[in-house]
Every structure is written in structure tokens, then in C-alpha cells.
């Protein structure tokens, strides 16, 4: 069973048969990474496995903005954001246009999610926390904070001192919520100090006053929060990554906190490995070539969803642009359309219907073109898509050509860049070699209509295959050499071949 599918029967097990509320959240520190699409995605998938089970479902995708903004990408460094360390997300100004920090980045994060086909309800934390809805939680978290420490010592080993509360407030006189500690709730308000040194990439004011913690003032820390939020939005079904999930981790915390304090289920828990890119797990604030945007950019969106699901939840994803990842996932594409129109096998039929944005399954018109050869033909300027690959659904050699065209111009390792030789490299052939090239060149004479196949087939049993593409392309590989010899013009490659053998 395809796992969205298996995780969507688990759920209307434990769950029932809804209405379910589904959720995910990112806090906005930066671009998105595309491990943070992944998730997006894993909850997008499930409520559309839900759905067709017949089960409705709500699925809400929150922008973190209350978080402090600990630290400047590199992409954003010198822009004068310094001064804004320490701040909610929400109160840092966007670096481009009008709106906050957070906007910005959501916006484009949104984007993302939206145009691979996901359409979950977006808002933000601080709607939740200005709007006064969570003053109920935030107030239940402070008068149980003696709990909330057993709990976190017990279940992590997380030590706070007696007198701690669970809750950053935000400074009146700098504004800054990571530099603060409260204490002594008087049941309206608490005592806030300010404290220069508390963090080490800002500095606090040394305000010291009382504060009230509610109507947005301040936000619950994280293993507090996150069951706050369950209980807040009534969350039936929420999923992680996998290191949150481990025996003391922060989920282990928060489900203790949310039935010991909040008395809330803990909601359906669905933990799943990390997308990597080139085998490194890579964060916001690191560069751009790993963000959702990047990776969303340089494949159509079916291939986009392909990449993000086409594993089980609990496989790891290694995608590497500068690598095969992307040849690679296009012929695992083309598996899946052949199984879905043959076999109807039911786990590649139901992958291959959920990479399509609402399950809308193209028909073709013709042969689906292998990706990599595509992106041979649309380095050689001589060759002509429509002729090289006449059998092929038009529509889908078209994309493809245009997505290799991408994949090319910023990412394709060497293997997979080919540029014709307009006069012979310089490359060494053992007289061996010359020998076979020699045989290969009367036998093009010999039957001046030779079909590629027949050119491909005398190249096999001569194993000349290397010196060809070494004479033509420079490099030790290369395409379908039949098919490549038989569109270049006859006399050319007999003029080359006489030069290499003379």
C-alpha cells in the first residue's frame, strides 16, 4: 500500500472519521530549504489520501513569526539587519519591499507550496498570539510552569531553575524576546529583566519592569508552544522530522506537557526522514541552492512532487543537481507512466496519481523521451528534437527540453555537457584504435544509408565507442552513438575519421 495511503487508514483508526485538522508550521528565518518543502508536502499528501478516503480533513500551514531572529543569512549579510537580532520575526523589516521580515519569506515559501498543487490555509503565529487566543494556553503553561519543568527534566534532562516560566517576553524598551526572562506571575503580569548577555549574538538593554504576558506581549518557548498550539487549534494530525521524534526529543516533550497540562491528545504523530542535498542537510540561513524555490525552479511540478514523495516518509532523500538526480528521477517517472498504463500495479499506480496535482493523470500522445538524451539533442545545435525523437508526445518533448535547458545552464555535472568539436581534439589513440576507426569509416562508405542502428550495432563489435566520442566530443562518453553519428552530416564524420586514421 502506497504510504499515504497506509498512514490515511492509521489515522481514520485512531482518528475516526473526522472532521480532522491537519498541520504544519516553518518558522520564516530565510528562504525555506527544501527540507522544510518535504514536510510540507508529507501533510499536503496525507490530506489528499484522506480526502479520497472519503475523510475531511483540514490542513492549516502556519508561518512561524514570533520566533527571535538569531542570526542574519549569508545572502542577507551587510543589508543592516544587525540591529533587528533578538526581535520577533514579525518585528524585523522585510529586506526587499514593504511588510515584515516574515512576510517576505513566506510569501515566497507560499508560493512554493502552492504551485506544486498543495492548498493548505495559511497564516501566522502571531495572528494566534495578537488575536488573544492564546492567552488561555500562555496562562495555563505559566501556572503549571513547576510541572513543565518536572516534565522536562524527567522525559529530556533539561534543568531549568526554580522560578522559570515558560514564556519569552517581548521587551518594552528594545523590543528585542530573546534576550528577556520573566518571572513572578502576579496573575496579570510578570517581572521582566532585559539581560545584556543572555544570548550571544545580541544584547539585551537591562529593562527591568513588569510586563503582561498576554494579547501578543510574549510567546510560549518552543516544547511549550508546540503542544499549546495542538490544543489551541484543536490538531488531530501533525508530523516532524525524525530527530524531533526520538526518546527525549522535543515530541516526546510536548506530548507529556500536552496531556499532563493542557489535557489535549497528543494528535497523530507522523515522523519522517530529511530531504538531503548533495548528502548534507542544509538550514535556512545557509546559501540558495538547496531552497524549496531552487529545487521547485528546475523541475516541472509533477517531477517537483516526484521528488519530495516518491519515497516512503521514513527513506531518506539524497537529491543532487550537480549529480544524476535528476536524469535519474525522470526515468523513474517514465517507469511509473509505463507501470500506471500496463500493469495498474496498485503502489506506482497510486505514487504516479499523487505526483499529479489533484490526481489528474496526463494521457500521452506518444513515447515519453528519455530525459538525458533530450538533453543531448538540446546541446547540439545541428540536431533537431521533433526529427530525433518523431514517436514522442510533443507536449512532453517540449517541457522537457525546456527543463533541461535549466538543468544545464546552472547544475549539470560534466558527464552530461556535450559540445560537437568543430575541428578534432587533441586526443591519443593507440594504433589499435586508429585501426578500428579506420574499418568503421569503409564500412560508413560501404552503405552510405545505413540506419542508426546498424551504425550502433557496427560500433558494438568494433568496442570503438570511446574513440568516437573522443574525436567528436572531446570526452570519454556520451550519447547513443548510432543515433548521434546518423544525425550529424555523412561527409563531416567521414572527413573526421580519415583525419584521425590518416
Request: a negative charge.
Amino acid at each position: 500500500m502506497f504510504w499515504a495511503d497506509r498512514i490515511a487508514e492509521e489515522i481514520s483508526t485512531t482518528k475516526g472519521k473526522g472532521p480532522l485538522v491537519i498541520r504544519d508550521e516553518k518558522t520564516m528565518s530565510g528562504y525555506a530549504h527544501i527540507g522544510s518543502m518535504l514536510s510540507a508536502a508529507m501533510h499536503g499528501v496525507i490530506a489528499e489520501a484522506l480526502s479520497v478516503k472519503g475523510i475531511e480533513n483540514t490542513y492549516y500551514f502556519e508561518f512561524n513569526d514570533m520566533d527571535a531572529f538569531d542570526g542574519i543569512p549569508v545572502y542577507l549579510e551587510g543589508k543592516g539587519l544587525e540591529e533587528h537580532l533578538g526581535k520577533s520575526l514579525r518585528d524585523v523589516p522585510a529586506p526587499e519591499g514593504e511588510g515584515s521580515y516574515a512576510q517576505f519569506f513566506a510569501k515566497d515559501f507560499r508560493g512554493v507550496i502552492e504551485g506544486a498543487g498543495f492548498t493548505p490555509v495559511f497564516d501566522f503565529s502571531s495572528d494566534w498570539y495578537l488575536s488573544g487566543k492564546m492567552d488561555g494556553v500562555i496562562r495555563e503553561a505559566i501556572e503549571h510552569a513547576d510541572d513543565i519543568r518536572r516534565i522536562m527534566k524527567e522525559v529530556s534532562g533539561a534543568d531549568r531553575k526554580p522560578g522559570w516560566l515558560p514564556i519569552l517576553v517581548k521587551c518594552p524598551q528594545c523590543q528585542k524576546i530573546a534576550t528577556t526572562e520573566a518571572s513572578n506571575f502576579d496573575g496579570e503580569t510578570v517581572e521582566v529583566y532585559c539581560r545584556p548577555n543572555k544570548v550571544d549574538y545580541t544584547q539585551g538593554c537591562d529593562y527591568k519592569g513588569r510586563v503582561s504576558p498576554f494579547g501578543g506581549n510574549s510567546k510560549l518557548y518552543w516544547k511549550t508552544e508546540w503542544p499549546a498550539k495542538w490544543k489551541v487549534r484543536k490538531v488531530d494530525v501533525e508530523g516532524a522530522g525524525k530527530d524531533h521524534g526520538t526518546r527525549g526529543g522535543s515530541h516526546d516533550v510536548a506530548s507529556h506537557i500536552s496531556e499532563e497540562v493542557f489535557n489535549y491528545p497528543t494528535p497523530f504523530f507522523v515522523p519522517h526522514e530529511f530531504f538531503l542535498v548533495g548528502g548534507k542537510k542544509i538550514s535556512s540561513s545557509k546559501g540558495l541552492g538547496s531552497t524549496a524555490r531552487s529545487i521547485y525552479e528546475l523541475l516541472p511540478v509533477k517531477m517537483f512532487r516526484l521528488s519530495l514523495i516518491g519515497k516512503d516518509i521514513m527513506q531518506q532523500r539524497n537529491f543532487d543537481p550537480e549529480g544524476d538526480s535528476i536524469p535519474v528521477l525522470y526515468d523513474q517517472y517514465d517507469k511509473l507512466a509505463l507501470g500506471y498504463n500496463t500493469t495498474q500495479d496498485d503502489d506506482y499506480a497510486q505514487l504516479f496519481a499523487y505526483i499529479h496535482s489533484n490526481r489528474k493523470v496526463p494521457t500521452f500522445n506518444g513515447d515519453l523521451p528519455r530525459f538525458s538524451q533530450v538533453a543531448f539533442v538540446v546541446q547540439m545545435p545541428h540536431m533537431d528534437l521533433a526529427k530525433e525523437f518523431p514517436n514522442a508526445d510533443k507536449a512532453e518533448l517540449t517541457e522537457r527540453a525546456e527543463y533541461a535547458k535549466r538543468w544545464l545552464a546552472k547544475y549539470a555535472p560534466e558527464k552530461f555537457v556535450f559540445k560537437l568539436q568543430e575541428s578534432l581534439p587533441a586526443q591519443e589513440l593507440s594504433e589499435a584504435e586508429k585501426s578500428n576507426l579506420a574499418s568503421f569509416a569503409e564500412f560508413l562508405k560501404s552503405n552510405p544509408q545505413t540506419s542508426a542502428e546498424d551504425i550502433h550495432t557496427k560500433l558494438h563489435e568494433l568496442k570503438s565507442f570511446k574513440e568516437i566520442y573522443k574525436i567528436f566530443l572531446g570526452k570519454e562518453s556520451g550519447p547513443k552513438a548510432g543515433w548521434f553519428l546518423a544525425s550529424l552530416d555523412r561527409s563531416f564524420v567521414l572527413q573526421r575519421l580519415e583525419e584521425v586514421t590518416k
